[in-house]
């Protein structure tokens, strides 16, 4: 049986934990709002670009780009993006062993594997993990602040490059999708060679002017296209994020809200156990005296 | 032939305008092109510039980054990685810019990667200060 002083001080260690959860919640929370709003003003452009892409590039199938080129199944390139911090449930284990389920499992038939991580969580997950072949990281990328497109726009221009000079043969992006606050999708989607979408073939009956030409247009959008996805998927993540510390934070301020009451009823117990104790000991002391 | 052109404006960050004009007119990166309702179908890619549209008499200007117009079944979508409205530019930002955008150029060498990036900087800045200038 702990003493009262030592449950005295277990509550006052979980009271303070509470507090600091709660606060993060807090945080997170808004943090949260501001990002979810980013996701939801990113999509349209995103959207419309697939769609203008889709149909460029079936009307096109005459001329080929570097980047819509389906190559072999040599090596492929794993972009994921996770947390640069921690505190949020599962968020970084689940995508990490999500990205080497991918690679263990191989169901696109690549032969071989690297990885180009984005997020410390990542890193320290998979730097351990036997089998897995990391190019690069980069962490701290985001920061606490929002994503910039620049931002994107660099690491879209990286990508493409280790593409077209390392010989790639594909590249993967696995990211958290947002969904709701409790919710996050796992996804892995195909950057490159771009897949365009499927058309209507009533649409492309229209003709369509393209200036200067088709072939420049294409070169122009293609790699403009990888980057708004990693935008996209970079706000995704950051917002799943914020909603997954959110309710693991939520979660863990009401374990310890648990903790203490429960921690109360075994003080307020200890507390009446020792008062009949010593009132026990009076008692009988007068006994004997008489 | 419909009456309006339908104007969406969508960037990264937000969809700028959606907006029923008369007419608009755009920076093409092989010339300025006009667009009335009724036009063709079309894709273009647009460079940095400013692009203007008409409600009525009324003339609205915005400075425009790189990117690429579509304009289909009288809906003109134009996907740029920044738009600014005439009345959002901060003039003196613009002229800040625009003076580090020169100092710079003076000092990098023209083979520099960074020399063209400072270019855009410097047209980027030009424009912004051209479409402010049109405000009422």
Known sequence: MPSLKDIKKRIGTVKNTRQITAAMKMVSAAKLRRSQDAVMAARPYSDKMQEVLSRLAQRDSGEEHPLLEERGKGKALVVLITADRGLCGGFNTNISKMAEKFIRENPEGYEDFELFLVGRKGNEYLKRRAGMKIVKVHEYLVGSTQVTYPTAALLGQEIIELYQSDDYDGVFLIYNAFQSVMSQELTVRQLLPIKPGEVDEEELVVDYIYEPSTSEVLGQILPKNVEVQIFRALLEAVASEHGARMTAMDSASKNASEMISKLTLQYNRARQAAITRELMEIISGAESIK | ?136
């Open chain 2, 1 to 136: 032939m419909a009456e309006k052109l339908k104007l969406e404006l969508v960037t990264p960050y937000k969809q700028v305008l959606s907006e029923e004009v008369d007419e608009v007119t755009a920076p093409g990166s092989i010339g300025e092109f006009g667009v009335l309702p009724g036009h063709t179908t079309l894709l273009t890619t647009l460079k940095i510039g400013e692009l203007i549209y008409k409600q009525g008499n009324q003339s609205y200007y915005v400075a425009l980054n790189w990117g690429y117009v579509e304009v289909e079944d009288d809906t003109m979508t134009v996907l740029v990685e920044t738009a600014e409205l005439a009345d959002e530019i901060d003039l003196e930002r613009a002229k800040a810019a625009l003076g580090r955008a020169e100092e710079a150029l003076k000092t990098i060498d023209p083979g520099d990667k960074r020399f063209r990036t400072m270019e855009t900087a410097l047209e980027r800045a030009l424009i912004r200060m051209q479409v402010a200038g049109h405000k009422s």
